[in-house]
C-alpha cells in the first residue's frame, strides 16, 4: 500500500471520528439543555431541609414558588443570595415561597452555616440530583417562578435582581 493510501485512509477516518464526536456532543447538548417550559406542570418533588423539615412542592400548592437552584462554588449563585433574601422578606407575607435547591451535595450542616452566614433565611433544601435533573438545570444560578396552581411561568439562567424577580411575581398574585 503506497504512502499515499494510507494517508488518505487517516484522514477519512479522522474525519468519521470527528464527525461522530461531534454527533454525540450535539446530542449531549440538547438533551437537557432546555429548561422546563413556561406553561408546562413544574416537576413535582420533595427534598430534606438544611433543619431536618422536609418541604414537597404539593404542599406549597397555592402560593407563588420562586425556586433557586445553586452551588457553594458558583460566584453569581452568592450573589443572587441577596437579591432573594429581599424577595423572600418582601414578599413571603402575600404567599409566596423562596426555595434555595442546593446542588453541590454538601451537607445540612454546611450549608445552614454557609447560608446563614450570607444572610440568606429562606428556607435551604438538599438536592441529590434528581430534582435538578427534572428541572434540565445544567448551568448555576437557575431559577423558576411557579404559580400558586402548580405551572411553570417564568425561568432564567444567571443573577436576576430582587426587582425584576418581584415584578414577575406580582403578575402571578
Known amino acids: 500500500m503506497s504512502e499515499d493510501v494510507r494517508q488518505s485512509r487517516r484522514s477519512l477516518i479522522g474525519f468519521a471520528v ?10 449531549v447538548m440538547t ?3 432546555t429548561l422546563v ?10 427534598l430534606s431541609g438544611v433543619d431536618d423539615e422536609r ?8 402560593k407563588v414558588v420562586l425556586l433557586d437552584f445553586w452551588a457553594t462554588t458558583c460566584p453569581p449563585c452568592l450573589r443572587q443570595m441577596a437579591d432573594l433574601q429581599t424577595v423572600h422578606e418582601r414578599m413571603s407575607p402575600r404567599d409566596v415561597a423562596v426555595l434555595g435547591i442546593n446542588t453541590d451535595g454538601s451537607s445540612a ?17 438538599l438536592d441529590p440530583g434528581q430534582v435538578s435533573e427534572r428541572y434540565r438545570v445544567t448551568q ?7 404559580d400558586r396552581q402548580g405551572t ?11 426587582e425584576e424577580l ?3 411575581i406580582r403578575g402571578l398574585l
Do not use: C, K, N
Request: charged share 20%; no cysteine; glycine share 14%.
Open 166 to 168: 418581584e415584578a414577575v
Open 37 to 46: 417550559e413556561t406553561g408546562q406542570d413544574a416537576p413535582g418533588f420533595e
Open 55 to 62: 418541604v414537597s412542592l404539593e404542599s406549597l400548592r397555592g
Open 31 to 33: 438533551q437537557g439543555g
Open 109 to 125: 450542616a454546611r450549608i445552614r452555616d454557609f447560608t446563614r452566614s450570607r444572610g440568606a433565611r429562606y428556607p435551604m433544601l
Open 18 to 27: 470527528a464527525l461522530i464526536l461531534g454527533a454525540l456532543l450535539a446530542i
Open 152 to 162: 411553570v411561568r417564568w425561568s432564567h439562567v444567571g443573577h436576576v435582581g430582587h
Open 140 to 146: 448555576l444560578p437557575t431559577l423558576y417562578v411557579i
